[in-house]
T-cell receptor, first 111, second 114 residues
Framework: DVKVTQSSRYLVKRTGEKVFLECVQD?????MFWYRQDPGLGLRLIYF???????EKGDIPEGYSVSREKKERFSLILESASTNQTSMYLC??????????FGPGTRLTVL | AQSVTQPDIHITVSEGASLELRCNYS??????LFWYVQSPGQGLQLLLK??????LVQGIKGFEAEFKRSQSSFNLRKPSVHWSDAAEYFC????????????FGTGTRLKVLA
């Protein structure tokens, strides 16, 4: 079974802090994704990566950056956290356009 | 513009009753189609998917979905709902080539009455 793990289930940070969210998958998938989930808005794509060191902006990349130095690891970075970035963050991986496998999510609160 | 619409934000059914969750999409060509379920505090899990072939797709947990090209719909059904089916359900589409960006609907939250 594919396993996608996220470094934290819950995270509390202060405004202005730099925040790192880590995601690791164990199935050698080329594609990895970061989503933000907010009530009533569904899942919105922040960034995705289709290969090591390759990335593309999603629908809401402002205020975020990503890093993919190894195939199995995809990091989301909040350069200077703000309260409007309080949300649930979901990481996923997939092989081509097939099923996306999701991690359990990180609930981030920015105070 | 490409989009996925789940018109029902909340649905409440009694345990044992049948269920249908609606999904309509707007896309240039027939995409790949998916239904995912999210239990409280969890990530999303695939219920079923449609790539091609038979338009009635069977999934896990007794769910099925029917692809109707003429209506651009991919509705999810279950003949008899169990209390453990209470969750949020997401419909999603993905292009068959090129970028692998999914488009998700906004979700339907299912409540099951005992």
């Amino acid at each position: 079974d594919v396993k996608v793990t996220q470094s934290s289930r819950y995270l509390v940070k202060r405004t202005g802090e730099k925040v790192f969210l880590e995601c690791v998958q164990d199935m050698d998938h080329e594609n990895m994704f970061w989503y933000r989930q907010d009530p009533g808005l569904g899942l919105r794509l922040i960034y995705f990566s289709y290969d090591v060191k390759m990335k593309e902006k999603g629908d809401i990349p402002e205020g975020y950056s990503v890093s993919r130095e190894k195939k199995e690891r995809f990091s989301l970075i909040l350069e200077s956290a703000s309260t409007n970035q309080t949300s649930m963050y979901l990481c996923a991986s997939s092989l081509l356009a097939d099923t996306q496998y999701f991690g359990p999510g990180t609930r981030l609160t920015v105070l | 513009a490409q989009s996925v619409t789940q018109p029902d934000i909340h649905i409440t059914v009694s345990e044992g009753a049948s269920l249908e969750l609606r999904c309509n999409y707007s896309y240039g060509a027939t995409p790949y189609l998916f239904w995912y379920v999210q239990s409280p505090g969890q990530g999303l899990q695939l219920l079923l998917k449609y790539f091609s072939g038979d338009t009635l797709v069977q999934g896990i947990k007794g769910f099925e979905a029917e692809f109707k090209r003429s209506q651009s719909s991919f509705n999810l059904r279950k003949p008899s709902v169990h209390w453990s089916d209470a969750a949020e359900y997401f419909c999603a589409v993905a292009p068959t080539s090129g970028t692998y960006k999914y488009i998700f609907g906004t979700g339907t939250r299912l409540k099951v009455l005992a």
